[in-house]
C-alpha cells in the first residue's frame, strides 16, 4: 500500500518574480523526501495563469522549458470540498487529483500575497507555509507595519500615497519624513519598484516607477542601520525554530533586485557580527512579529538594526526564497539544519497544523 502523502508544490505564478520562483521550485523539490511525499508539480503559466500538472524531467523547471502540451496536463481547482484537490480531463472523463496539502513556492503579486492561499482554502487543502489572511498582511507593507507598532516594536515612519495623489502633498509629507527616504510599492516582492530618494527632484518620478508595481505606493524614512534577519520555521502554538540572524553589508546604494540575486557589491554574513545578546534580541522580535502577524509553518523576518541598538521592522517575506544561496535556508543551517531537513520539516509542519 502508498502511505505517501501527496503535496502539490506549486511554481510559476503571474509574478514579475516568476524565474525566481522556478529556481526555488526546483531546490525545494529535489530535496523532498519522496518515501514519505509524493510531490505533485503544479506550473502556473506567467502569461495567462493557467494550472499545469507538470511530470516532465525536472531540469525543465530550472531552464523554464516546462510548458509544453509533452510535459503537461491542464488542470483546475476543484471547490467539491470532499475531493480537496484538482481536476483534469482525460478523453472527455473528468479525474480528480486528491491532494494531503500544497506548498505554494511562488513569490510576489498572485502567490505570496494571499489569492492562491484563499483558493487552496476554498478547495480544503492544507498550505504549508502562511495562510490567507497572515499571507495579505505580510504583503501589504503599510498594514503590516500598523500591526507590529501595535505590538510595541519600532517601524519606519511612512506615508501612503494613492494615484490621484497631489504632488504638493507629496512633497511636503517628503520633507517631513526627512532626505534620503524610500519609495515603496505597498505590494510587491524582490525590491522591485523601490528607489532610495536622496532629492526632492527624484521623488516624483520614483512614485510613478513604484506605481508600475502598485496602486498604492509609501514613502518611507531611512532608518539609519543595517538590515539583519531571522529564518522561523514552525508554528508559535507548537514551537519555532529560529535560525542565526544574518547580516546584509552594502557598500553603495540599497539591497534591491540586482543585489538580492547577484550580491555585485553587497555581501551576506550569518551569523550577522553582533553580539551574542544583541541577537537574541532580534531572535525575541522576529518570533513577536511572527505571533503578531499570524504567521505559520515558514517566514523570513527581516528588521534594521541601529548604531544604538534599536531593532526596526522591515518587512516580512511569507515565501522566501529557498535556492541553495537563498539566506533562509543558510540562516537555518548555521543553526543545525540541512536544506533536506528544512523543506521536510516545514512540509511536515504543514501537513500536522
Given at each position: 500500500m502508498n502511505h505517501q502523502k501527496k503535496i502539490a508544490v506549486f511554481f510559476g505564478g503571474c509574478s514579475t518574480e516568476y524565474k525566481v520562483s522556478l529556481q526555488s521550485a526546483y531546490a525545494v523539490i529535489q530535496r523532498i523526501d519522496t518515501q514519505k511525499y509524493?510531490?505533485?508539480?503544479?506550473?502556473?503559466?506567467?502569461?495567462?495563469?493557467?494550472?499545469?500538472?507538470?511530470?516532465?524531467?525536472?531540469?525543465r523547471i530550472k531552464e523554464d522549458t516546462w510548458l509544453s502540451e509533452e510535459n503537461c496536463t491542464p488542470v483546475f481547482p476543484s471547490f467539491d470540498r470532499t475531493v480537496h484537490g484538482l481536476c483534469y480531463l482525460d478523453h472527455a472523463h473528468l479525474c480528480t487529483i486528491s491532494l494531503d496539502a500544497a506548498l505554494p513556492v511562488l513569490h510576489g503579486k498572485n502567490g505570496e500575497d494571499g489569492t492562491v492561499q484563499g483558493v487552496l482554502e476554498l478547495m480544503n487543502v492544507p498550505v504549508i507555509g502562511c495562510g490567507l489572511l497572515s499571507s495579505a498582511l505580510c504583503m501589504d507593507k503599510e498594514l503590516a507595519h500598523h500591526i507590529v507598532q501595535m505590538n510595541g516594536i519600532k517601524t519606519a515612519r511612512s506615508f501612503s500615497v494613492k494615484k490621484n495623489y497631489s504632488?504638493?502633498?507629496?512633497?511636503?509629507?517628503?520633507?517631513?519624513?526627512?532626505?534620503?527616504?524610500?519609495?515603496?510599492?505597498?505590494?510587491?516582492?524582490?525590491?522591485?519598484g523601490i528607489s532610495k530618494v536622496v532629492h526632492e527632484n527624484e521623488l516624483i518620478p520614483a512614485v510613478e516607477d513604484a506605481f508600475c508595481h502598485?496602486?498604492?505606493?509609501?514613502?518611507?524614512?531611512?532608518?539609519?542601520?543595517?538590515?539583519?534577519?531571522?529564518?522561523?520555521l514552525g508554528n508559535a502554538d507548537s514551537g519555532l525554530i529560529?535560525?542565526?540572524?544574518?547580516?546584509?553589508?552594502?557598500?553603495?546604494?540599497?539591497?534591491?533586485?540586482?543585489?538580492?540575486?547577484?550580491?555585485?557589491?553587497?555581501?551576506?554574513?550569518?551569523?550577522?557580527?553582533?553580539?551574542?545578546r544583541t541577537a537574541d534580541e532580534i531572535k525575541k522580535t522576529a518570533f513577536e512579529i511572527y505571533r503578531a502577524l499570524n504567521c505559520s509553518c515558514f517566514a523570513r523576518i527581516d528588521m534594521f538594526l541601529t548604531s544604538a541598538g534599536e531593532i526596526y521592522f522591515n518587512e516580512v517575506n511569507t515565501i522566501p526564497g529557498f535556492t541553495e544561496h537563498s539566506r533562509y535556508p543558510n540562516m537555518l543551517r548555521e543553526a543545525g539544519l540541512s536544506?533536506?531537513?528544512?523543506?521536510?520539516?516545514?512540509?511536515?509542519?504543514?501537513?500536522?497544523?
Open positions: 509524493l510531490p505533485v508539480l503544479i506550473g502556473i503559466s506567467p502569461r495567462f495563469g493557467k494550472w499545469h500538472w507538470f511530470h516532465g524531467e525536472l531540469e504632488e504638493k502633498t507629496v512633497r511636503k509629507e517628503a520633507l517631513e519624513i526627512g532626505y534620503p527616504l524610500f519609495v515603496k510599492p505597498v505590494r510587491s516582492g524582490s525590491s522591485l502598485d496602486s498604492t505606493v509609501i514613502l518611507e524614512e531611512m532608518v539609519d542601520g543595517f538590515e539583519v534577519g531571522c529564518a522561523v529560529i535560525g542565526e540572524v544574518d547580516e546584509i553589508e552594502l557598500s553603495d546604494g540599497f539591497f534591491d533586485f540586482t543585489e538580492k540575486y547577484t550580491l555585485k557589491t553587497s555581501s551576506i554574513h550569518v551569523p550577522a557580527r553582533i553580539s551574542l536544506f533536506d531537513e528544512v523543506v521536510n520539516r516545514l512540509i511536515e509542519t504543514g501537513v500536522s497544523k
